[in-house]
């Protein structure tokens, strides 16, 4: 554990544990919350989008006092927003009592980079609900009033669609918010603009100035979190500049084509796996939010920012609505090549390996992906999986299938016939590169015609030099070009690869902006192809997606372009 054991209160000892069982714990038991599920049915409250949650006044109230709250606990409490958020990355020190395992690297608990990463956050995600319900349930008892009670039993953690929804809430950027209190309504500080580290200069141990990498040592000398912030003017962040990076990034149609395209649970969990994945899209936000000088863009620093959980929480829920509809679909062993900071490199990942540092309910067994499986078991779900209601497996798919296809491809043909399907042909451009090519984080950004971005591919390396054998790990991201070639017949092949050789173009930018030749990143190779696309009958089923026809010619004897 990085400082003293936790001394905050959890609220009402129904929300989770009693205090003899933190006691008698061997490690810090993480539950969930479990308040407000039907005794019934076991339907459990949702957790919501943030832009319905602000519209429930009690329980947007609630939450609001509870962040800040949260925020104001000591830093040295195991339970603070500090050492809670200090899991994912710095300070890198021990959480727990989980201890760091010297044959790993000293990084974060957290996983990127493999099979891992969409489970390792579910548990992650549940301690950060469970301690911000214990205050949620702590303010509702000051209000002597019903439907606050019942707010905080119902509370979970809300979520941001930034996959429909690809700006910032506006209420994130807002300096103030108004709430209703035990004595009347009242502006307050806004919590979910930034965090402010009470602890200022940072240790410099723990957060160096000098001797690690370039975008590190900038943030450690940051009294808040900031977004985009602009070098000149300093401690401002910039939320219109982020706007514009998260409408330039696809993640609608990257998002769409990781539910239809990738239907193995290693396509979609990792970006070392070819195709479009959920990290990449991800990582996208993370950049785009903290842009070259932000928090959100350092992995080391990400989860100081508020904006952080309401991003993972929306991740999880994709991952949830990919799992009810490719329920069968699980973890197969595959080597950590990254390591954390109690995985050793070239350590298996598997279903049963320690999600640490979580420890379930008992404080005794850890959690693992086997047994965060289901959001069920944490006492969370979203409306967009209607788990309690459809119970049977096929039927929970074709709805959630439905969902996607609504949120996410709204432009999408239906044929109306499940006798004769439409087939076109559709263009996608696949991008891979070296996760340590530049040795800092860095970003490839595909133009066409000269023009604005089209997609962006970020590389977010691991957040040290000795992070295992990362130098041998390769990203790979694939987007979409049904909008770059709209003036052209994409069923004419020729016509469009003449037109991709004349338009398709990238560039790179290091993590300050700085551009570099394309010939210095290692491992980049951008190569274009088509797919015999048939259409679906309706909006329970997805796009049937034939064999890759690749074109190298269309990007080869250009430096980053395949070999033909």
């Known amino acids: ?97 989980v201890n760091w395992n010297p044959d790993a690297p000293k990084i974060g608990y957290c996983t990127h980079g493999d099979v891992l990463f969409p489970t390792w956050h579910r548990p992650y ?28 039993a119902n509370f979970r953690i809300p979520y941001w669609d930034w996959a429909a929804f690809p700006t910032l809430p506006p209420i994130v950027n807002d300096a103030t918010v108004q709430i209703n209190t035990p004595s009347g309504t009242q502006n307050v500080a806004n919590p979910l603009l930034l965090y402010k580290f009470q602890q200022f200069p940072l240790n410099e141990t723990w957060f160096p100035t000098r001797g690690t990498n370039r975008a590190d040592e900038d943030l450690a000398q940051d009294p808040t979190t900031l977004r985009c912030p602009d070098k000149e003017v300093q401690g401002t962040s910039q939320p219109d500049e982020a706007n514009d990076y998260m409408n330039s990034e696809g993640l609608m149609s990257s998002i769409y084509s990781m539910f239809s395209k990738s239907k193995v649970y290693y396509n979609m969990a990792t970006q070392v796996s070819p195709g479009p994945s959920l990290e990449n899209p991800h990582g996208a936000v993370h950049v785009a939010v903290g842009g070259d000088y932000g928090h959100m863009s350092q992995l080391s620093y990400a989860a100081f920012d508020p904006i952080f959980w309401l991003h993972h929480t929306n991740v999880d829920r994709l991952f949830t609505m990919w799992q009810a509809i490719y329920p069968d679909e699980w973890i197969l062993p595959e080597s950590d090549m990254i390591g954390t900071f109690t995985i050793v490199p070239g350590s298996s990942d598997t279903s049963a390996a320690p999600l640490t540092p979580f420890y379930q309910a008992d404080g005794e067994t850890p959690w693992t992906s086997d047994a965060a499986r289901y959001t069920s078991t944490f006492g969370y779900s979203y409306d967009s999986v209607p788990d309690a209601i459809i119970t049977n497996p096929a039927e929970l798919s074709s709805n959630v299938t439905a969902t996607v296809n609504s949120l996410y491809n709204p432009g999408r ?73 709209k003036s052209v017949d994409a069923a004419n092949v020729e016509d469009v690869v003449d037109y991709l050789k004349a338009n398709l173009s990238w560039s790179i930018e290091t993590s300050n902006g700085t551009v570099v030749p394309a010939e210095q990143v290692e491992g980049l190779i951008i190569c274009v192809h088509d797919e015999i696309v048939t259409h679906p009958a309706d909006q329970t089923e997805f796009p049937v997606y034939g064999t890759k026809t690749l074109h190298p010619e269309i990007t080869s004897g250009k430096p980053g372009g395949a070999i033909s």
Do not use: C
């Not at 905050?8 to 989770?16: E, H, I, K, Q, V």
């Open 413 to 485: 043909t239906f044929t109306g016939s499940k006798q004769k399907r439409d087939e076109t042909r559709e263009w996608s451009v696949a991008v891979q590169a070296l996760s340590t090519a530049l040795g800092e984080r860095f970003t490839v950004r595909l133009h066409n015609d000269g023009s604005s971005p089209i997609a962006s591919f970020h590389v977010l390396p691991p957040p040290v030099a000795d992070g295992g054998n990362a130098t041998h790990l390769t990203y790979h991201h694939e987007f979409a070009l049904v909008e770059a070639i």
């Open 125 to 152: 995600l549940a301690l950060y609900e469970q301690a911000l319900a214990g205050h949620v349930q702590s303010i509702a008892s000051t209000y002597n009033d019903d439907t606050y009670t019942s707010a905080a």
């Open 1 to 97: 554990m990085l400082f003293g054991k936790a001394t905050t209160p959890l609220g009402l000892a129904t929300l989770l544990l009693t205090f003899v069982d933190i006691i008698q714990a061997s490690y810090y038991p993480v539950g969930g919350v479990h308040t407000g599920v039907n005794e019934k049915t076991g339907a459990r409250p949702a957790r919501r989008d943030i832009l319905d949650l602000q519209n429930d006044v009690p329980t947007w109230s609630l939450y609001i006092q509870a962040l800040i709250a949260f925020q104001q606990v000591p830093e040295d409490d195991s339970l603070s927003w500090f050492q809670i958020a200090g899991i994912h990355g710095r300070p890198y020190y021990s959480w727990g009592d």
